[in-house]
C-alpha cells in the first residue's frame, strides 16, 4: 500500500547548512540597508541646497591678501584665509569645492545668477546686503583710513573733509563716505572727495604716489601688509562703523540653507579652526604693531620684471589675449559680411531691424555689455548657468556682437566704394551673381576694408583686457593678480606693457605689409609709373 501524500501541517525536512547562512546574510543585508538608506537620506538633508552633483561653488576675488589671493605665478592656485575656510566647509560637508574667480563687482550678480553657491571674498556683513543675501559672520575686523606715512592723526572722519580719499569700486566704503558727506554739508563743511579704483591694489598705490591723501580698507589686510608696506604709510584713523565689525560667507536667501552655514561655521569656532587660519595668516594683533618693518626697497627690480617677462602665467595670459581677439574679430568679420550685403540693399523690414543692430550694440558700452552677457543673461535663460558657458565662450560672444556692429560699417563702406558700373559690366558677360561677388566686389572691397579692418582689430586688441571683470584669466586680469600679491607696479605692469606692444607692433608691421603689397593710396607712385 502505497505511502500517505504528507500533509501540509508536517514539518519540512531541515534546510541545508549553507541555505541557512545565507538565509542570515540576507536578512542582515536587508536590515544594513533599512538602516542606512534613513541614514543617507538624513545625510543628504544636511546638505545646503547649494551643493549639487557633490560640489562647493564658490566666487571670489583674488586680490585682496590675506583673505584670498593668488599664491606664486601660477593664476589657479588660490590661497588666503577665505580660501582655506571654503576649503573647510567643502571638507565638513564631504563636497570638492569648485572657485570661479572673478571682479570684486561680478561676485553678488554671479551669486544671484547662480554660478556659485556661496561668495567668501574678504566681504563685510551688512543690513543692505542683506536684504537680498543671507550672510553668517566668520571674522571679527575693523575699518581703518590709512595715508602716507607723517600724516597727522585724525580724530573723526570728518577731518578728512575737503581731502581726497580712495575705495575699490563695489565696496560699502563708498556709501559710508556719502553719509559722512551728507552731514559734513549739513554742516557747511566741504566733503569728502572719492575716487574708486577696480582692486584694492590700485587703491593703495594711489596714496604710495601722492594722488590722495588717504585710502579706507579693513585691519586685516594690512596686518598682511606690514612686510611689503612697512614704513610708507600709516594708520591715522581707525572709525567705529557697526556694518564694518565682520567678514560674512553670503549665500543666496534660504532659511534652510542660511542654519546648516551657521552650524557648519559654529562647529569650525567652537572646534578653533578659524582662529588657527587667522593666525597662520597674520590677520591678528594690535594696531600699534602694523607698518614697523623697514621701508620696503623702492627701486626697480629688474629680476622681478624679467621673472615676469618670461613667466608661463604672462605667456599664458598674452596667448589667451590673442586668440580670443583673433576669434572674436573673425567672427565679427563672418557676422557683418551678410549685414553690409543687406543693409547696401533695398529698404525693407531686415534692413531697418539690422540699422537697429548695429546702432545699440555701437552705442552701449562693450564692458557694459560683457557683464550682461554674463550675470543677466543667466537670469532670462537658466541655460547659460550650465558649466559649459565658460568666461572664455562669454568674451568670444560678447566681443563677437560688439564688433561685428563696427565692423559692418567698414565692410558696408568698401562694398559702396566699388564703382557700380563693374557690376553692370559683370551683368553684361553673364555673370551671376554670386559670381559678380566673389570675382568683382568681394576682392576690390577687401582691398579697401583691409586697412582699417586691421585697426579695428587692434583696437579689439587692447579691449580684451576688460574680460578680467568676468574672471577670464587673460594678459591684464594676471597682471593685477601679480601686483595684488607682491604690491610691485612697476615691474608687472612694464611686463604687461611689453607684451601688449609687442603684439600690437607685430599686426602694425602686417599691416604696412599688406598695404604694399596692394599699393593702397600710393597715388604719388601710380602716377609715376604710369609716366
Known amino acids: 500500500m502505497p505511502n500517505p501524500r504528507p500533509s501540509a501541517r508536517m514539518p519540512s525536512r531541515s534546510l541545508p547548512a549553507s541555505d541557512r547562512i545565507l538565509r542570515h546574510i540576507l536578512a542582515l543585508a536587508l536590515f544594513a540597508l533599512a538602516i542606512a538608506v534613513p541614514g543617507a537620506r538624513a545625510q543628504a538633508e544636511d546638505l545646503p541646497g547649494f551643493v ?5 561653488t564658490l566666487c571670489t576675488n583674488p586680490t585682496l591678501p590675506p583673505m584670498t589671493f593668488v599664491d606664486g605665478s601660477d593664476t589657479d592656485a588660490l590661497a588666503g584665509m577665505d580660501i582655506d575656510l571654503a576649503r573647510r566647509l567643502a571638507a565638513y560637508w564631504h563636497v570638492t569645492l569648485v572657485p570661479q574667480t572673478m571682479d570684486f563687482e561680478g561676485l553678488f550678480p554671479s551669486l544671484s545668477a547662480q554660478r556659485c553657491g556661496m561668495v567668501i571674498s574678504g566681504v563685510l556683513r551688512q543690513a543692505g546686503r542683506l536684504r537680498n543675501y543671507d550672510a553668517v559672520p566668520y571674522l571679527d575686523s575693523g575699518v581703518v583710513v590709512v595715508a602716507r606715512v607723517g600724516t597727522p592723526k585724525l580724530r573723526e572722519m570728518a577731518d578728512l573733509s575737503g581731502q581726497t580719499v580712495a575705495v575699490q569700486s563695489g565696496t560699502s566704503y563708498a556709501a559710508q563716505i556719502e553719509r559722512e558727506n551728507d552731514r559734513l554739508r549739513a554742516a557747511g563743511r566741504p566733503p569728502i572727495l572719492l575716487q574708486q579704483y577696480p582692486t584694492e591694489d590700485q587703491v593703495v598705490q594711489q596714496v604710495l604716489i601722492g594722488r590722495v591723501h588717504a585710502f579706507v580698507s579693513q585691519d586685516v589686510e594690512l596686518y598682511y601688509r606690514q612686510k611689503q608696506l612697512g614704513g610708507k604709510v600709516t594708520i591715522i584713523l581707525a572709525p567705529d562703523y557697526p556694518d564694518f565689525h565682520q567678514f560674512a560667507v553670503y549665500i543666496r536667501k534660504n532659511a534652510h ?3 546648516l552655514l551657521q552650524k557648519a561655521i559654529d562647529t569650525l569656532t567652537r572646534q578653533g579652526e578659524i582662529a588657527a587660519m587667522a593666525k597662520q595668516w597674520g590677520i591678528s594683533g594690535d594696531h600699534q604693531s602694523v607698518f614697523t618693518e623697514g621701508k ?4 626697480f627690480d629688474v629680476a622681478t620684471f624679467f621673472g615676469a617677462l618670461f613667466s608661463a602665467a604672462f605667456l599664458k595670459g598674452a596667448a589667451l589675449t590673442l586668440v580670443i581677439a583673433v576669434l572674436s574679430h573673425l567672427t565679427a568679420i563672418v557676422i557683418s559680411i551678410p549685414m553690409a550685403m543687406k543693409l547696401n540693399g533695398r529698404d525693407s523690414i531686415i534692413k531697418r531691424l539690422l540699422g537697429f543692430y548695429v546702432a545699440i550694440f555701437r552705442g552701449a558700452p562693450t ?7 554674463w550675470n543677466a543673461l543667466p537670469q532670462f535663460f537658466p541655460i547659460f548657468r550650465e558649466g559649459w558657458f565658460t568666461p572664455f565662450l562669454a568674451t568670444w560672444l560678447s566681443l563677437s556682437i560688439n564688433e561685428s556692429a563696427y565692423q559692418v560699417e567698414i565692410n558696408r563702406a568698401a562694398l559702396r566704394a566699388v564703382d557700380p558700373g563693374q557690376v553692370l559690366a559683370a551683368d553684361a558677360l553673364g555673370m551671376t551673381t554670386a559670381q559678380t561677388y566673389r570675382h568683382v566686389i568681394f576682392p576690390q572691397a577687401l ?3 583691409l586697412p582699417p579692418t586691421i585697426n579695428e582689430f587692434i ?3 587692447k579691449t580684451t583686457s576688460l574680460a578680467s571683470v568676468i574672471s577670464l584669466q587673460e594678459l591684464l586680469a594676471v597682471t593685477q593678480i601679480q601686483v595684488a600679491r607682491t604690491f610691485q607696479f612697476t615691474e608687472y ?4 606693457l611689453v607684451y601688449y606692444l609687442a603684439m600690437v ?4 608691421f602686417l599691416q604696412k605689409r599688406i598695404e604694399r603689397r596692394f599699393v593702397w593710396a600710393d597715388r604719388n607712385k601710380a602716377s609715376a609709373d604710369a609716366a
Open 367 to 373: 564692458l557694459l555689455q560683457l557683464l550682461f552677457i
Open 447 to 449: 582691398r579697401i576694408a
Open 52 to 56: 549639487h552633483d557633490g560640489q562647493l
Open 505 to 508: 607692433f607685430f599686426f602694425l
Open 257 to 259: 540653507d542660511d542654519a
Open 296 to 299: 620696503a626697497p623702492s627701486r
Open 459 to 461: 583696437s579689439l586688441l
Open 493 to 496: 605692469y612694464a611686463a604687461a
